[in-house]
Nanobody, 126 residues
Framework: VHLAESGGGLVQPGGSLRLSCAAS????????MGWFRQAPGKEREFVAG????????AYVHSVKGRFTVSRDNAKNTMYLQMDSLKPEDTAVYYC????????????????????WGQGTQVTVSS
C-alpha cells in the first residue's frame, strides 16, 4: 500500500489546514487509519485516527475539539481538518495504515501501523 499526504503548509496561529492522505491498493476500506506527527527533537506521536468502518475516532488530548479526522472509502482517502492551529502543532504530519484488517479496536501506537506516507510539513507561525 502506498500512502501520500498533501495539504501541509505555513499558516498563522488560529488558522486552518486540511490534510489529505491518498491510499493505493484494495485494503484501505478494511483498515484503521491514523495521523501521527513529529516535531523537531520530539518523538512521533499519535494525533488522530479512525477505524475501518468510520464509526470510531480517537484524538490526542491536545487536539480534541480542534482537529477532525474523516475518511472517504470510495476515494481511498483520509482527511484531517485542523482548525484553531497553534504554534505547538508545528510538525511533520504522517498518515499510516493499520497492519491488521478489520481490527475492532482503534490503535494509537505506531507499532500497529505498517504503511506510512512520506509526511507533509505543517508550520504554524506569525
Amino acid at each position: 500500500v502506498h500512502l501520500a499526504e498533501s495539504g501541509g503548509g505555513l499558516v498563522q496561529p488560529g488558522g486552518s489546514l486540511r490534510l489529505s492522505c491518498a491510499a493505493s491498493g484494495r485494503t484501505f476500506s478494511s483498515s484503521a487509519m491514523g495521523w501521527f506527527r513529529q516535531a523537531p527533537g520530539k518523538e512521533r506521536e499519535f494525533v488522530a485516527g479512525m477505524d475501518w468502518s468510520g464509526s470510531s475516532t480517537a484524538y490526542v488530548h491536545s487536539v480534541k475539539g480542534r482537529f477532525t479526522v474523516s475518511r472517504d472509502n470510495a476515494k481511498n482517502t483520509m482527511y484531517l481538518q485542523m482548525d484553531s492551529l497553534k504554534p505547538e502543532d508545528t510538525a511533520v504530519y504522517y498518515c499510516a495504515k493499520d497492519k491488521t484488517l478489520l481490527r475492532l479496536a482503534l490503535p494509537s501506537k505506531a507499532d500497529f501501523y505498517d504503511s506510512w506516507g512520506q509526511g507533509t510539513q505543517v508550520t504554524v507561525s506569525s
